[in-house]
C-alpha cells in the first residue's frame, strides 16, 4: 500500500545536538512538506518542497534544514540552532498542483522529538 | 492574508448526541479550496473532505454533514449520532488555488463519552 513512512516514531536528543527526521513517500507525489504540531497551535508550516533539488522556507523554518535529492524522501534536520524543538513533526505530501486545483495532503503518523 | 479559526479547543459531549464542529476562513481569492482533516490519538492526520469554493452545496457522508456558507465565509462539520470512535482532533484547512500551500486552523479536540 502507498503512503508515508516516517522515522523515528520518538526521539529524545540532549540539548545541542542535532537530529534528522525521516520521510519517505511511495506514493509518486511531486511536494511534500514538514509541519510542527504544538497543543493549541495547530500545524506550522516549516519547509516545503514542490519538485526535486527545490524547496521552500515555511513559517518557522528557522533552526531548521532540509534536502530533497530524491523524490520519495525529503529528511528535516532539527539543528542546535532551534531554540524548543519538543514538539510533534507531521510529513506530508501531494500531488503537484497544476491549473485552479488544489490536492489533499496526505500525512504519515508523525515523529515526536523531546529534548531532554 | 489567509487565516482558519477553529474558536472551539475542546467539546465534550455524550455518545450519541450530535455535535458541531465550526470553522471560520479568511481569503481574499475567489476560487479556493476548504478542507477537514481528523487527527486520532495515533498521531495521523485522515482526510475527511475538500470542497471548492464554487460549491456550495452541503454535503453529507454517512453520520458526517458539511455546511459551508461562503456569506459567512464558514465550513462548519456536523456529527450526527457521535460515538467514542469520534474522538479526535479535527483540523479545517485553506488552500488556494493552483498553489500547494495549506492554512490550518488550531483545531478542535473532541472528546465523545460513552
Known amino acids: 500500500d502507498g503512503g508515508i513512512t516516517q522515522s523515528p516514531k520518538y526521539l529524545f536528543r540532549k540539548e545541542g545536538q542535532n537530529v534528522t527526521l525521516s520521510c519517505e513517500q511511495n506514493?509518486?507525489?511531486?511536494?511534500m512538506y514538514w509541519y510542527r504540531q504544538d497543543p493549541g497551535q495547530g500545524l506550522r508550516l516549516i519547509y516545503y518542497?514542490?519538485?526535486?533539488?527545490?524547496?521552500q522556507k515555511g513559517d518557522i523554518a528557522e533552526g531548521y534544514s532540509v534536502s530533497r535529492e530524491k523524490k520519495e524522501s525529503f529528511p528535516l534536520t532539527v539543528t542546535s540552532a532551534q531554540k524548543n524543538p519538543t514538539a510533534f513533526y507531521l510529513c506530508?505530501?501531494?500531488?503537484?498542483?497544476?491549473?485552479?486545483?488544489?490536492?489533499?495532503?496526505?500525512f504519515g503518523a508523525g515523529s515526536r522529538l523531546t529534548v531532554l | 492574508a489567509q487565516k482558519v479559526t477553529q474558536a472551539q479547543t475542546e467539546i465534550s459531549v455524550v455518545e450519541k448526541e450530535d455535535v458541531t464542529l465550526d470553522c471560520v476562513y479568511e481569503?481574499?481569492?475567489?476560487?479556493?479550496?476548504l478542507f477537514w482533516y481528523k487527527q486520532p490519538p495515533s498521531g495521523e492526520l485522515v482526510f475527511l473532505i475538500r470542497?471548492?469554493?464554487?460549491?456550495?452545496q452541503n454535503e453529507i457522508s454517512g453520520r458526517y454533514s458539511w455546511n459551508f456558507q461562503k456569506s459567512t465565509s464558514s465550513f462548519n462539520f456536523t456529527i450526527t449520532a457521535s460515538q467514542v470512535v469520534d474522538s479526535a482532533v479535527y483540523f479545517c484547512?485553506?488552500?488556494?488555488?493552483?498553489?500547494?500551500?495549506?492554512?490550518f486552523g488550531t483545531g478542535t479536540s473532541l472528546t465523545v463519552i460513552p
Open positions: 506530508a505530501s501531494s500531488p503537484r498542483t497544476g491549473g485552479t486545483g488544489a490536492n489533499v495532503l496526505t
Open positions: 506514493l509518486n507525489h511531486d511536494a
Open positions: 481569503t481574499r481569492d475567489t476560487t479556493y479550496y
Open positions: 470542497r471548492n469554493s464554487f460549491d456550495e
Open positions: 518542497s514542490q519538485i526535486v533539488n527545490d524547496f
Open positions: 484547512a485553506l488552500s488556494e488555488a493552483g498553489r500547494n500551500q495549506f492554512y
